[in-house]
């Protein structure tokens, strides 16, 4: 079903692998990206992949949407995990692109049932390692 806002469906296969992350943690972070006014998977990480991996796998200068699983330790010493997603828009991508991928992301987020945390990134720095840590209750 398309976005009324912005007419961007979401392709079932964005549904799914989400699931897959979630459920079976299949993927240790998904790409997403708006193509003939769809959102669809761009790239998906293998579990052994790190965080620098995924960070490099978003473009400099164009808008991705991104999920990825956070794995840490609390200060109890329980393994947890936090889903978290960022909407990527550098300075550098297009102010169209910008739009639609502002004007989407609720609806896009909404289709993905199980994010813990969001961040909206304009540069690497907003989505450091650091931020998701504080954000996620981790040490």
């Known amino acids: 079903m398309a976005n009324a806002a912005s ?9 799914l692998k989400f699931l897959e992350l979630k459920a079976k943690r299949t993927y240790r972070f998904i790409v997403f990206k708006i193509e003939e ?3 669809i998977v761009e790239k998906l990480g293998e579990p052994a992949n790190s965080y620098e991996d995924f960070t490099a796998s978003l473009p400099a200068d164009e808008c991705r949407y991104a999920v990825y699983d956070y794995d840490f330790v609390t200060e109890e010493n329980c393994q947890k995990s936090r889903i978290v997603f960022i909407a990527w828009s550098p ?3 297009k102010v169209r692109s910008k739009m639609i991928y502002a004007s989407s992301k609720d609806r896009f987020k ?17 989505m450091g390692l650091d931020v998701i840590k504080s954000r996620s209750g981790s040490t």
């Open 37 to 39: 006014k769809q959102v």
């Open 110 to 126: 909404r289709e993905l049932d199980g994010i813990q945390i969001e961040l909206q990134a304009t540069d690497p720095t907003e």
């Open 91 to 93: 300075d550098t991508s």
């Open 7 to 15: 007419g961007i469906a979401v392709h079932d296969d964005c549904k």
